[in-house]
């Protein structure tokens, strides 16, 4: 037993160990055969070609169209290995396809892998000029097959193509660019093949131009996913191949297409009526950096180019992302008001239009469409490019690279329109056919003073909305909040600071995690300020600073102008002074008049002050904002010296004698310096990264600090302002709708007679609030607009951002309706008690609690107290029985016979009669029988319908006898009142 236990034990050791590791065999028992297929175009004779792997040699002379098959040893499978083959002419070699992808087994099970064949480059420039090519080629091994034999194991692969055509050398000029990300720029195709050895040359195909194809790229996280935003090729043939500038070409191209296509987006606005300057402004700086970075290039700096390629790719991003962002809104938003505005012109209609419903609905519609179309550009941009993108392919460049691929647009727009016209159609079919909503609205028309007080108190509401939204989006001047009025000469200074915030969003507030910091400017910042600013008369001064060692001492060299100390009361300092601190002084034991060496330079001391000078911002000026550092042992020294020293940082810029005219020009500058990104990590949490450029404008050591940030960010953080708006909106509302359900008092009485249940009291209510807020939303809307352009001209300020987007348009009526309902529901439950009081009503409100064959029960819905008992029975007894025959005899419940019966403390009443329903002829037998309980101190009046014909009669009519017996049941009320106020008569006669 023991022995047969050890035998399975070694068995299952071995299958197990067969299935961690199946290929157990040496490499040199392992063989792949892997068939060649070479095709040769332009060759008169055939080739010698020789394919080298590891040491190991094949040699063939072939012809076009020849299959020739290598076999060679390796450890394990991989997918891809590298070649050396080598042709005894001058080729051009290409292996095709470049990509395959293919579903092959392992692990035990099928997965799909992508399988890549390239050229690496040419091995050796002075061998193809020797009549040889070498090329280091990376192989597909594909294994299509594998065959176990007695000596190991052989893996057939699939055949490879190679093409070898007659090649020729051009000189060209080396060009590789690393963008910032997220950008990148990446070959996807090309026609050439460079030297190992030599990147100034390269192998070209005899009778073909110079070709080449890049792939701009970048990509976004949303929701965990990464998305594919720019997916933009750029292809290049170049005619003159003569000392060909590959990078010349390459950024020609990629700037003229990145222009033409901003060009082709601002154009699309601009028909549609967005006569946005930013996105104009955005475009100038974009045309500005490409041509810096052309400059760049020129001078050998490739530094530079990277740099004012990848900001202004930052310009073209912002453009692309920000009519997106009003291209994909309007499609979340357009939904909302088309339901809003279906919804409307039904209430309209029905209240205006009654004998000529479909022609006021359709008039109501049409003309507020228009409307729209007139004052909301986002229902142009909906319009436009929901219908177009049907037609116009290029306009879906505007989306992620995964949504370009598809037909989402046309499709989206599609079920857009049918959702919404879905279920505005329910809520439009609902108002049509509600008596209730109906009777509401006509008692709306009866008070029309009151209808327009609220209607003009929600307007104000939802306007000062809009007037909100415009002020964030349309109304952000180019000063913005730098003073206008201060002419007096003014300093400000740029400081650079990285953004990286992430803002989590929760149901009721917002919180951002900063994790930004400041940063030094390079020296492809200064250069662009300079240029933007046109050598006018305000001058820019350095604050840039470095170490040096005196004495064994780290000695804070700070580089500036020197009109920006005179300033501070020292205005001899020139290009050959210095000033130093005291602690200096001591330390290389000098004093004022002497001289100092700083670098190859003798300086005169200047002044050697006591403590360091605070700039406007109360900063010491000898110290490093980046780190927040400073040093007591510095020199300040006249900026003409700062060439001469490494490592230079650079940590802010000063403008002095700033005038207005400059001052709106700096705004403007920072507006296209500042990049700002926001990444969505997932539905509550948004990264927002990229550069800002906040100024401080300082004078008497006033500080006012302005931050151009996300526009997101300012949107959203502003948003708890309109709460206080929507407070004092809702409670002018709830005092007018209370006025208002107070005046109809005997309306809602004769309601309640009719049968009418506090709900249906409660929406003939809401209803008319709903209505108000549904017109007061698009009111304020239109009016906030009117304000936002009458205030625009006014002022004369063009608007920097796109106007009003059309979310507030359904924000006014989204708030619009909140203030009008929340407004309504205080009036709503008073006015409702005052007519059919708290105490005599439950919850269930007299309705069926059960139905036998024979017999109905109703829910208690009185509370009578156990005092009132001799009341009740009299009005039972007096009054109950013929407030049943509802109809003047024609139909109702008619009493032939009443019973009081009394067991221990339960009282009941049992009226026998028939029933004769509305539309129904036939007399109907039946009993009511009304049990009176006692519980506690309370009485809980039971009533139970009783026939044995119960069952045929409908159950309108039934339902209507039900009413009938609440009703009647209800004038105790009226009847209790009248008693105690006979005997409070009869006792004060008596007295």
Known sequence: ?????????????????????????????????????????????????????????????????????????????????????????????????????????????????????????????????????????????????????????????????????????????????????????????????????????????????????????????????????????????AEKIDNLDIGREILYKLTNTLLSELDQYISILKNIGIGSSIFDKKYSYANILFKQALESYQNGNLDGVRYFISRGLDQYTFIRQDIRRMFLGSYIYFPIILVSLIVFSTFVSRLFFEKYFKFGFLATLLIILIILLIVSTETRIFLFFGLASFFEDNLRTLLPYELQRSSLTSITLVIVFLVSLVISGLFAYFIVSSEKIHFSLLLLKRRKIRFFLVLITIMVVTSGLSIHGSSMYGIITEKLIIDEHDKAPNFLYLYKRSLYRIKISTRTSYKVFEKSHLQYFNQYDIQLLKMLLDESNTSIIIHAFTFLKINDRNVFLLFTDPRYLANFGIGSFCNETVIISKDLAQLMKIYEGGYINVGKHRLKILKILDSPITDYDLRIITSDMVSNKSSNYFAILPNKYVKEFNNVYVDKILFFNVSEHILSKIMEIRLGLSYISKVTLSKEKTLIMGYDYPIIKGENKVIILERFDDLGIIFISDWYSQLIVLTIGFLIISSNALASVYERRRDLKILTCTGASPLDL??????????????????????????????????????????????????????????????????????????????????????????????????????????????????????????????????????????KRNIDETISFEYYGSFKGLYVSNLVELSIRVLLEKEKDKINPKITIYSKKLGSIPKGELNRLVIYIRDALMQYIDYKKQFYDKNREEKQKNI
């Open 1 to 237: 037993m023991l022995l047969v236990n050890k035998k399975i034990s070694i068995f299952l050791f071995l299958i197990i160990f067969s299935f961690l590791f199946p290929n157990i065999y040496s490499s040199e028992n392992i063989v792949y055969v892997l068939p060649i297929r070479v095709k040769i175009d332009g060759f008169n004779e055939p080739l010698l070609i020789s394919i080298k792997y590891n040491n190991k040699i094949f040699r063939f002379d072939v012809s076009n169209g020849v299959i020739i098959e290598i076999n060679f040893t390796h450890g394990s499978y991989v997918y891809h290995q590298y070649f050396e083959i080598t042709v005894n002419k001058k080729a051009y070699i290409s292996v095709y396809p470049q990509e395959t992808i293919r579903k092959i087994m392992m692990d035990r099970g099928y997965y799909r892998v992508s399988f890549v064949s390239r050229v690496i480059g040419c091995n050796s420039y002075q061998d193809f000029l020797n009549n040889k090519s070498s090329f280091t080629v990376l192989l597909p091994m594909i294994k299509i097959n594998e065959k176990i034999t007695s000596t190991g194991k052989i893996i057939y692969l699939d055949a490879v193509n190679i093409m070898l055509k007659p090649a020729r050398i051009i000189s060209v000029k080396p060009f590789s660019l690393k963008l910032d990300s997220p950008y990148k720029l990446t070959v996807i195709d090309r026609n050439w093949i460079q030297f190992s050895d030599r990147n100034d040359y390269l192998i070209l195909p005899y009778d073909e131009a110079f070709k080449i194809s890049y792939l701009l790229s970048s990509s976004y996280v949303s929701f965990s996913r990464r998305i594919d935003d720019i997916h933009l090729v750029i292809s290049i043939e």
């Open 762 to 899: 409660f929406i003939n209510i809401i209803s008319e609030g709903i209505g108000i807020g549904i017109i007061g939303g698009l009111g304020g809307f239109v009016l906030g607009r009117i304000m936002n352009t009458m205030y625009t001209s006014l002022v004369g300020n063009k608007s920097l951002y796109p106007s009003i987007e059309l979310s507030y348009l359904a924000y006014s009526l989204v708030i619009a309706l909140l203030s009008s309902i929340i407004g309504y529901l205080i009036p709503a439950r008073k006015g409702i008690l005052e007519v059919v009081p708290s105490k005599l009503l439950k919850r269930s409100s007299g309705k069926v609690a059960k139905v036998s064959k024979n017999e109905l029960l109703l829910d208690n819905f009185m509370r009578i107290s156990f005092h009132e008992m001799k009341v009740i029975k009299r009005f039972l007894h007096e009054v109950f029985p013929y407030k049943l025959e509802v109809g003047g005899g024609n139909w109702g419940f008619f009493v032939k016979k009443i019973e």
